[in-house]
């Protein structure tokens, strides 16, 4: 089924419907056992991840759009991973075990982006590393036919992917607030918060995505493989 994104938001980005979210307590389960294998390392990583979203508040950036395939994960699945869900689960980088619930709980708003058409892969993986309150507000553009950017902005890249998540996350606000108790944090308006070009960052391993993405005037920021970590202070640097 696609959907076509038709909205009045005063944005560049289009309406998608939200996703449904299962499998609530196998993410509990995984996010107990990373608690009791926490490491100096661990802490030092934490703490990183604190200042790099720290930074991203103080410039004003709402919305990180992460690709999946060697960013998210430490290998490239060609969109063709035929192995158990927690055999991918595995190759998650403990980069961003830390630094999307930290982003999460500071009001940043945040998607995959992807080319690989196994969505539900991804959306599987989500669910297992990480709390439900956390995974079940990341939607997921890939490749599987299952969404239509139809907005004037740029389609090639990421970019088509980065608008219709986001206008998504625009879109659930009022769903968010309700079941978070309206302790969301809004725009002066009160209408909520408003994703924008200057407000995102793209984070990616592919450098035609990043290059792209600077074109059409969002931020993005290269995750070397070979030096995931660097991201970080990549990020420190950000203007």
């Known amino acids: 089924m696609r959907h076509n994104s038709h909205h009045t938001h005063p944005s560049f980005f289009d309406f998608v419907d939200p996703f449904k979210i299962v499998r609530k307590g196998i993410s509990n389960i995984m996010s107990d056992a990373i608690m009791m294998t926490t490491t100096p390392q661990d802490e030092r990583l934490e703490r990183k991840c604190t200042d790099a979203v720290g930074k991203l508040v103080d410039l004003k950036i709402n919305f990180l759009a992460i690709d999946f395939d060697q960013t998210m994960i430490d290998i490239h699945t060609g969109g063709r991973w035929k192995e158990s869900v927690s055999s991918l689960t595995a190759h998650l980088r403990p980069l961003f075990l830390h630094l999307i619930p930290i982003a999460s709980s500071s009001n940043i708003r945040i998607a995959i982006v992807t080319f690989s058409p196994q969505t539900k892969h991804i ?18 553009r890939g490749n599987d036919g299952s969404w239509t950017y139809v907005g004037n902005g ?34 002066d308006d009160g209408g909520g ?35 995931p970590l660097r991201l970080l202070d990549d990020i420190m640097r950000l203007k």
């Open 123 to 140: 959306r599987e993986v989500l669910e297992y590393a990480f709390p439900p309150d956390v995974a079940e507000r990341i939607p997921i």
């Open 154 to 187: 740029m389609k090639m890249g990421k970019q088509e992917h980065m608008a219709s998540a986001a206008e998504e996350l625009m879109a659930k606000q009022p769903l968010m607030m309700m079941m978070s108790g309206g302790g969301g944090k809004e725009d």
């Open 193 to 227: 918060t408003i994703i924008s070009k200057s407000t995102t960052l793209l984070i990616d391993d592919d450098p035609t995505n990043i290059k792209k993405s600077l074109k059409d005037g969002t931020r993005a920021v290269w995750l070397n493989p070979r030096d």
